[in-house]
């Protein structure tokens, strides 16, 4: 095959039109980055009400208008200009970006692939100024008089005119709107505090008035999220993590509901993403996305925003300690249960040994069978039966009366006893697979083999997590060749690899030594360990790799462990798991994501049997 032939010719300047035009390839890639790149200029400038309307799917019309501070006419042809901005002005300014835009190069880019038009005016004006499109040969025009009120207009008219390849890459209008659309959605999602109004066509797609984070989340993202969400706010040192996270129950089938802002910048940012996947490890069943409205705030000078031409990526100087933030953050609002929310406290946990004896029969067999062995495990299996004792001389639940009424017990219970205990008492079981339960509410139902099932898998972890990471040393030591960033990586983080329980260290510039390992992973592929946390330790700071496979062989015991279907529980039974199921973190997922008890209220009921109609 021939080499390709390429013209010569002389090294010389680019002219500033297609300098412009190069750049829009980067910025301006379709419709919705005009439409990004404009709201995020009026929120720079002070706007509190914004209207986009959009024409074919913004690539014949976007005009965006705002009430923010305006542009003087004489700055007007400054604006147009490539690198002109009055936002930074030296490299410090840059390192401490608080604004959404910074570079100067949007409204250049866009004027040198579409029909521009600006028009704006400052408080002091007398009347708004205009001006068209890019300089003609370079020589910025002048702005002429205009009407208008405070704030500015650009419309943005038949994009790629004049790039018509680009334009060929484009898709359908309904397909560009959307983008458009989501753009919108996702500014107005970070601040509730402007008004915004989208219209398609002549036809007003979106409005949102003024409003609290709340009350926005939930009309963008619907009411499935807002009656399924988990309100955060958390503060460490200069960071601050605050919005909504959804409950597992309620995730999704794609990743369409996920929004987090750096400094109120909407990001897709790898490390956040998998700092909020490894929070939800635990309760998310299958392939299902979790929807979240997140946002992290601290010093500009700890996050750099230059990275990425759209500026969706960041980079965090500290990747580890918001990488731990984060995880923890979310980790602690989803340990919280519903059945708690209804209580003032949570329920104390009864004993197993009278109320439930094949709890303690169960643990004690499977997981002295499973995890005996394990170093710094069998001391914790034998303090272990004190996770479910209590003082046998005292009746397990005082004041609770049992009326034995044939094969269902009536349960008499005082309105403190029912605040105390939210998930309420039981009164039957339902073929052997669900514990019907009433509460102040109205009517529980809960499938036992899953909440058994999330009980002793927290259970299990906190045994487990009582001792320090056990190291099982290997014999002959596993070497395998590794590239110079693996080597380096090791290099660097042998304090973390050892409180992990990994003893890995450099045989040579291209060989590897894994001498030790945590000792719960005995039986894993130690090749392939290794590679996978120097690789999260690269790239996120930390390594959840153990917690993961821990957690893993863990799960796969509880499952086998808890309870199964066609058990006979007695009331007393019944009503210890729901004592425990109170008292147990994420009580309201079993480990493969899938709800543990529903609640009936009165009024559902009510409905059924269509009272009061």
């Not at 005009?63 to 410090?92: C, F, Q, W, Y």
């Amino acid at each position: 095959m021939n080499a390709p032939v390429y013209p010569s010719r002389p090294i010389q300047q680019l002219p500033d039109q297609l300098i412009s035009q190069i750049a829009a390839g980067e910025v301006i890639e379709r419709p919705s980055a005009v439409v990004k790149e404009l709201l995020e200029n009026a929120l720079d400038a002070g706007a509190t009400q914004i209207t986009v309307r959009l024409e074919q799917g913004g690539v014949k019309r976007i005009a965006v208008t705002d009430n923010g501070r305006g542009i003087a006419h004489d700055e007007m042809p400054l604006a147009l200009a490539r690198h002109a901005t009055s936002k930074i002005a030296s490299l410090s300014d840059l390192e401490n970006v608080i604004t959404l835009g910074f570079r100067g190069e949007a409204l250049a880019s866009i004027a040198s692939v579409a029909q521009l038009t600006l028009t704006s005016r400052t408080a002091d004006a007398a009347h708004a100024w205009e001006i068209n499109g890019s300089p003609i040969g370079g020589i910025p025009q002048n702005a002429k008089p205009s009407s208008g009120a405070t704030g500015t207009m650009i419309d943005v008219q038949d994009l790629y005119f004049n790039t018509p390849a680009r334009r060929k890459f484009l898709k359908s209008e309904q397909t560009e709107f959307g983008h458009c659309a989501e753009v919108v959605r996702r500014i107005a999602l970070a601040r509730p505090d402007v008004q915004f109004s989208l219209s398609h066509n002549g036809k007003t797609v979106d409005h949102w008035n003024v409003s609290e984070i709340a009350k926005r989340s939930a009309h963008i993202l619907g009411d499935e999220f807002a009656n399924a969400r988990l309100a955060l706010e958390e503060i460490a040192g200069p960071l601050r993590l605050h919005g909504y996270v959804g409950l597992p129950t309620a995730a999704r089938l794609r990743a369409d509901a996920q929004y987090f802002y750096v400094n109120g910048r909407f990001v897709r940012d790898k490390l956040l993403a998998h700092a909020v996947r490894a929070a939800y490890e635990d309760v998310l069943h299958g392939d299902r996305y979790p929807s979240y409205v997140l946002r992290l705030d601290l010093d500009p000078a700890l996050v750099d925003v230059n990275v990425h031409p759209s500026k969706i990526e960041v980079r965090f100087r500290d990747s580890r300690a918001v990488h731990q933030f984060v995880f923890h953050s979310i980790n602690r609002a989803l340990a919280q249960t519903s059945a708690t929310a209804f209580g003032s406290a949570p329920a104390p946990v009864p004993a197993a040994s009278s109320a439930m004896p094949w709890i303690r029969e169960q643990q004690q067999i499977a997981f002295g069978a499973h995890l005996s062995s394990v170093p710094g495990v069998s001391q914790t299996m034998a303090n272990y039966g004190a996770l479910f004792k209590m003082d046998t001389g005292a009746a397990p639940f005082a004041g609770l009366q049992v009326r034995d009424s044939g094969s269902a017990p009536a349960i008499d219970a005082t309105e403190r006893q029912q605040d105390e205990f939210p998930l309420g008492f039981a009164l039957a079981q339902l073929h052997g697979i669900f514990v019907l339960a009433q509460n102040a509410a109205g009517l529980v139902l809960v499938d036992m083999h899953a909440a058994h099932e999330r009980i002793l898998y927290e259970q299990f972890k906190n045994a487990l997590d009582e001792d320090t990471v056990q190291v099982q040393p290997l014999l002959i030591p596993v070497t395998f060749h590794a590239d110079p960033v693996e080597v380096g990586t090791t290099e660097e983080n042998q304090a973390t690899l050892r409180a992990l329980g990994f003893d890995i260290g450099a045989l040579s510039p291209t060989t590897l030594a894994v001498r030790a390992i945590p000792a719960l992973l005995k039986n894993a592929d130690i090749q392939t360990l290794a590679r996978d946390v120097l690789r999260d330790l690269r790239e996120f700071g930390g390594s959840r790799v153990l917690v993961e496979r821990r957690n893993e062989m863990l799960g796969t015991l509880a499952c086998h462990t808890a309870v199964r279907a066609n058990r006979v529980l007695t009331v007393l039974e019944m009503n210890a798991l729901l004592r425990q199921m109170e008292a147990t973190e994420r009580a309201d997922q079993c480990n493969h994501g899938r709800p543990t008890w529903v609640q009936l209220a009165l009024s559902d009921l009510d409905r059924l049997f269509l009272r009061g109609q």
